[in-house]
């Protein structure tokens, strides 16, 4: 990498990479909303879902 940072794998290179080139390449089916990485897609896909699989150990409310 061009930083000076060294990666063990080549796949961890290549997200770093696209970190420091600004690359979007995970495109939302459904909104077109682009992600730097696949887990941030899969956390927004379930904004399309209207599931709410977390819940508030306090009040109980559901995220």
Do not use: I, W
Request: glycine share 4%.
């Amino acid at each position: 990498c061009h930083c000076g940072k060294a990666f063990s794998h080549k796949s961890m290179r290549d997200r770093h990479v696209n970190m420091h080139l600004n690359l979007r390449p995970f495109d939302c089916p459904v909104c077109n909303k682009k992600f730097k990485m696949k887990h941030h897609l899969t956390e927004h896909m379930k904004t399309h879902t209207g599931l709410k699989p977390y819940q508030c150990d306090v009040c109980a409310k559901k995220f």
